[in-house]
């Protein structure tokens, strides 16, 4: 079956970085798009980036464009997140998602807290 397990969160400081994993099983990873998604307490889940399957279509949201860097290794079936310049706004559980077979499967999040 599909899994995604996430990784790398963590507390970091007002202008530091982290770099998430995504590790992904049970489909053929280089066929597929992955997403990033974040959800802040009481906010909606929203999503962060997205990369298509072979890395050739790369979205961002808005607040994370220049900052953030999503890519992909089809060989390890991972995709990363590399987050710098974070902020406040960036405190949140991040999520890994995919769309296979018209739905949608998420890990479990990894918690990452911007704070000094």
């Known amino acids: 079956q599909v899994q995604l397990a996430e990784s790398g969160g963590g507390l970091v400081q007002p202008g530091g970085s982290l770099r998430l994993s995504c590790a992904a099983s049970g489909f053929t990873f280089s066929e597929y798009g992955m997403r990033w998604y974040r959800q802040a307490p009481g906010k909606e889940r929203e999503l962060v980036a997205a990369?298509?399957?072979?890395?050739?279509?790369?979205k961002y949201a808005d607040s994370v464009k220049g900052r953030f860097t999503i890519s992909r290794d089809n060989a390890k079936a991972t995709v990363l997140l590399q987050m710098n310049s974070l902020t406040s706004e960036d405190t949140a559980v991040y999520y890994c998602n995919t769309l296979y077979n018209y739905e949608n499967y998420w890990g479990q999040g990894t918690q990452v807290t911007v704070s000094v």
């Open positions: 990369i298509g399957s072979n890395g050739n279509v790369i």
